[in-house]
């Protein structure tokens, strides 16, 4: 049961090493694209907005859009920039998402503090 828990934690913290299929999934959407990374990290925000993902969803991108330099400015462009497209209520959601994204966060970096 520990094991599952490590993993599915790893995954929420954004390791995808876990998910192999996952993350090689990713790796091929990206270079099949044909995208700079920092396009290809704002679609894929653009994307979560539009499909109302959850907060697990958001901290694994936004996680690894920071490991990749997205800066906060481009990120918050972004839904700005689809809002007219998807509605105010996705992206209001959205906004709560992704502070319910960050809590996650900072409750596993004091978790992983307190060991």
């Known amino acids: 049961m520990a094991h599952h828990t490590t993993n599915l934690r790893d995954v929420a913290e954004g390791n995808l090493e876990p998910l192999e299929e996952l993350q090689q999934s990713l790796e091929d959407s990206f270079k099949k694209s044909g995208l700079d990374v920092e396009t290809f ?5 653009a994307a979560l907005t539009a499909m109302d993902a959850a907060p697990a969803s958001w901290l694994v991108n936004l996680k690894i859009g920071k490991e990749l330099g997205i800066s906060r400015e481009r990120a ?4 700005i920039a ?6 105010t209520a996705r992206t209001v959601s959205a906004a ?5 994204a960050l809590e996650m966060a900072n409750a596993i970096d004091e978790e992983e503090m307190e060991d």
């Open 41 to 45: 990290m704002l679609v894929r925000l």
């Open 76 to 79: 918050i462009g972004t839904l």
């Open 96 to 100: 709560g998402s992704i502070l319910r």
């Open 82 to 87: 689809i809002a007219p497209v998807v509605g």
